[in-house]
């Protein structure tokens, strides 16, 4: 079964850091591009950031350019994000999320359950 | 960046019952627009990719149809299960953005 397991989420104050990972499963991870999605309590979505299946090309949304790093380690079936410098707005659900297509930015066909992170003093 | 404008934002309707979604961008994505469907506490789920490709286990009662710059999402004959929120989302241009949903009520 092809499956995607956030974790890392939890309460930070502002300023603070945060590493979140996702754990992949089921499918071939190092031929997709990943991304990070996430959505405010109530909100709608919202792209947070993309990598390349190699990990040579990576996309940030502006919000979050300077202060988050996307990142992926082939070998072990994990994708990560390091958030650093977290606002009160950054607070969210954090969705993990496969592109569809092998070789070519896609459709995120599978998504995790999410993670949780709530940034507040 | 490109901004997706869904309407309506809610709409009320019964089991049975025709719906048109919209979908509009600020500029041409040509055919690069996909729509998810998220219930209440769970992740989004493809529905549609590229305008009007139905994902994998998605009822042929949904369809998508537009290019460039106008997109639908229709479902012919709404079944319990399809109340929801739907958000079209373009895959067609750096930042990737999602529109604000419509949301399916009964």
């Given amino acids: 079964e092809v499956q995607l397991l956030e974790s890392g989420g939890g309460l930070v104050q502002p300023g603070g850091s945060l590493r979140l990972s996702c754990a992949a499963s089921g499918f071939t991870f190092s031929s997709y591009a990943m ?3 996430r959505q405010a309590p109530g909100k709608g979505l919202e792209w947070v950031s993309s990598i390349s299946a190699s990990g040579g090309s ?12 996307i990142s992926r380690d082939n070998s072990k079936n994990t994708l ?4 650093n410098s977290l606002r009160a707005e950054d607070t969210a659900v954090y969705y993990c999320a496969k592109d569809l297509t092998v070789g070519r930015w896609d459709a995120f066909d599978i998504w995790g359950q ?8 | ?18 719906v048109t979604l919209s979908c509009r961008a600020s500029q041409s994505v040509t ?32 369809s998508g149809s537009g290019s460039g710059t ?15 929120v739907y958000y079209c989302q373009q895959r067609g241009i750096w ?3 999602f529109g604000g949903g419509t949301k399916v009520e009964l």
């Fill in chain 1, 35 to 37: 991304s990070w999605v």
């Fill in chain 1, 58 to 69: 990576t996309y940030y949304v502006d919000s979050v350019k300077g202060r988050f790093t």
């Fill in chain 1, 80 to 83: 990560h994000v390091q958030m």
């Fill in chain 1, 114 to 121: 999410g993670t949780m992170v709530t940034v507040s003093s």
């Fill in chain 2, 1 to 18: 960046e490109i901004v997706l404008t869904q309407s309506p934002a809610t709409l009320s309707l019964s089991p049975g019952e025709r």
């Fill in chain 2, 31 to 62: 055919s690069h627009l996909v729509w998810y469907q998220q219930k209440p506490g769970q992740a989004p789920r493809l529905f549609i990719y590229e305008a009007s490709n139905r994902a994998t286990g998605i009822p042929a009662r949904f």
């Fill in chain 2, 70 to 84: 106008d997109f639908t999402l229709t479902i012919s004959s709404l079944e319990p299960e399809d109340f929801a």
């Fill in chain 2, 95 to 97: 930042p990737l953005t």
